[in-house]
């Protein structure tokens, strides 16, 4: 159960934090390109689709850009 419960947290963690890099991408997005939030997001999970990465890959590579 113990084990269980820390692998639960773990995964919760890991959603919060890709949330949250996310976010950021699409705040760059919004700033640099003048997007609307819905927009940044599509444009994140479009380039996530063409190139066969998640959308946490995709919003990394725009954060270090």
Sequence with gaps: DTQKLQE?????E???ETRRIL???KARLIEI??????EAY???QTV???KQQ???QVAEAILRQ
């Design 14 to 16: 890991n959603q919060l």
């Design 23 to 25: 976010d950021r991408a």
């Design 48 to 50: 996530a689709r063409q």
């Design 33 to 38: 390109n003048g997007l609307s939030e819905d």
């Design 54 to 56: 998640t959308m946490r």
């Design 8 to 12: 639960q947290a773990s995964e919760l």
């Design 42 to 44: 599509h444009t994140i």
